[in-house]
């Protein structure tokens, strides 16, 4: 059975950092790619991040410099470290098995809410 496990975010400060994690099972990261999301109330969802299987990283242009992906094989997870973050990065962060665009098959993580607040 195919899942994703997130785990991290919280309440951090403006320019403060925080990362997340997207543990995985039923698979292995090698073989398939992972993205990670956000959706701020009252916004669609947007791509932040991805990772493809053959370890090729990309990132929305708002995020770059600041977010970095990352993938512990061994651990068979992802994750997304990220700094410098601002309050309109207020967010609920998903990770997908997909880059950028997610189909109906794809996988999501339960979600983590992240609050960048003074």
């Known amino acids: 059975q195919v899942q994703l496990v997130q785990s991290g975010g919280g309440l951090v400060q403006p320019g403060g950092s925080l990362r997340l994690s997207c543990a995985a099972s039923g698979f292995t990261l090698d073989y398939r790619d992972i993205g990670w999301f956000r959706q701020a109330p009252g916004n669609g969802r947007e791509g932040v991040s991805c990772i493809t299987s053959d370890g090729t990283t990309y990132y929305a242009d708002s995020v770059k410099g600041r977010f970095t992906i990352s993938r512990d094989d061994a651990k068979n997870t992802v994750y997304l470290q990220m700094n410098s973050l601002k309050p309109e990065e207020t967010a609920v962060y998903y990770c997908?098995?997909?880059?950028?665009?997610?189909?109906?098959?794809?996988?999501w993580g339960q979600g983590t809410q992240v609050t960048v607040s003074s």
């Open positions: 997908a098995t997909a880059c950028w665009v997610v189909h109906a098959y794809d996988h």
